[in-house]
């Protein structure tokens, strides 16, 4: 999960309006989803740097928004992924990201080699270039792989739950 959508957590009157970010964050960890994350800890890293503030680290905070950010900065809940920067998959990512620290290609890498939906609100970097990342990976990305919106996470479950 892109660490945008943590970081929208709290935006109530912007693209969390209608809290869908909370219910599926409810729902992922209803299911004890474990985040993916490369090896390298660049995920990570940009986790803590953007998420781990003081006030979602205090233990007795009992507002929702802590809990979910509690929940999945827990280094116990990520699975560590390796990313194979001379793999084909990962050469027609950064053909197409290019992000200076690596971490938006390491999310869509890890998402596609796994088979997995990568859920970002990145319109600048991701979701506009789904498209054209669906395109160029096609072969090389396992099947199930995908980008969505929070929003269409969201509706998506809605939808088959």
Same mark, same amino acid.
């Given at each position: ?12 009157? +912007? ?54 950010? =509690? ?43 796994? +088979? ?12 506009? =270039? ?8 096609? +072969?090389?990305?396992?099947? +199930? ?17």
């Amino acid at each position: 999960m892109d660490t945008n959508v943590f970081g929208h957590l709290t935006h109530y009157s +912007g693209i969390n309006k209608n809290r869908h970010i909370n219910e599926l964050l409810k729902y992922l960890i209803k299911r004890r989803t474990n985040l993916l994350v490369d090896k390298d800890k660049k995920i990570w890293n940009e986790y803590k740097h953007h998420l781990n503030k003081p006030i979602f680290k205090r233990k007795y905070d009992k507002r929702e928004e802590a809990y979910f950010l =509690q929940y999945f900065l827990d280094p116990a809940r990520h699975k560590s992924v390796f990313v194979d920067e001379t793999d084909d998959l990962w050469n027609a990512i950064v053909a197409v990201i290019h992000d200076p620290n690596e971490v938006d290609e390491r999310l869509v890498y890890i998402a596609f080699c796994k +088979g997995k939906l990568l859920i970002s609100n990145d319109n600048n970097d991701i979701i506009s =270039q789904r498209g054209l990342l669906l395109e160029r990976t096609e +072969g090389k990305r396992e099947q +199930g792989s995908d980008i969505v919106s929070s929003q269409q996470a969201f509706n998506s479950i809605l939808a088959n739950d």
